[in-house]
């Protein structure tokens, strides 16, 4: 399922972490974006962005 939104369990399961942590994380990217003017969903970011922040810019 190519879903645009990551969940914060999905990103605790990628990257290893806690739940909580992981939740943590979210928010952070999501306050991130609302200060660049997106509009973001609790709990959810941007597939996008997160794989931006984490593992750098795509060369495609």
Known sequence: ?????IHASEVAEE?????????????????????KGYLTVSGKVSRKYFHERFYGKDEN
């Open 15 to 35: 990257l290893g972490i806690s739940v909580p942590y992981a939740y943590k994380i979210v928010r952070q990217l999501n306050e991130e974006l609302q200060k």
């Open 1 to 5: 399922m190519d879903n645009r939104l």
